[in-house]
């Protein structure tokens, strides 16, 4: 039975009223509960706002809980010091990630921040991470540097049913997934086995764990796609 809070929340009015914030560490991201499935969304470069617009609206109908970026940029900053938050999911990443944006770190400043990173991510992943067997679906946009094309020699599998936009693509790490994915009229990777050298990105430690994860990355600005995309991802993926 749809109640007047439903109504509500499906004319837009009353969008979210179960949000709140996630503090862990260094990190932040606003948090949007929706009813009740294993569905997980991630939002995590606070500069890609298409997707935080996409995401947002998406969780007015979608149940799950969703993670926003709690920021405006891309990286997260600390005391004159910064980090990138896609790549701060396991200490070799987080470390290297931290010497290549803060060239001239003290080694004080390094151990500030690479202690913090690790004394909080496995809360931070207990919270983000779905369920056993549930989906976990990040939202990315892209500018000019970036598109499917750097992705396919590190990848498993590839399709590319929409060459002519490839800054617009999937990128999963479970085979079922990419099975139904590569049906879509979308591009889309595999990325399933173990990297040889770990970034300290979701989707690497999503490969490495098991954990079903599929990127959608999108051309930062065109909304409509990135819709059309994620709308196609929910009706086939399995819950
Ligand atoms: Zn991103």
Known sequence: MQTRRDALRSLGILPFLK?????????????????????????????????????????????????????QQRNFAMGGMEFDPNRVWSHLGASANIRKLNPRISEAGFLY???????????????ILPPKNGLLIALHNNGQGYSVQDEIAISDRTSLADAANPHEFFLCTDPQDYQILAGSPFNVVLQNKVPPTDDGSFSRLAANSGVRYVNLEVALGNKPRQVEMLNWAEKNLPI
């Not at 560490?25 to 298409?50: C, D, K, P, W």
């Open 19 to 71: 949000s709140k914030v996630l503090h862990s560490g260094l990190l932040q991201f606003s948090v949007i509960r929706h009813g009740s499935s294993t569905r997980r969304y991630l939002h995590i470069h606070g500069n890609e706002a298409t997707a935080r617009e996409v995401l947002t609206e998406h969780m007015a109908t979608q149940s799950g809980v969703a993670f926003l970026a709690n920021n």
């Open 113 to 127: 921040l690479i202690e913090e990173l690790d004394q909080h991510r496995e809360k931070l992943l207990k919270a």
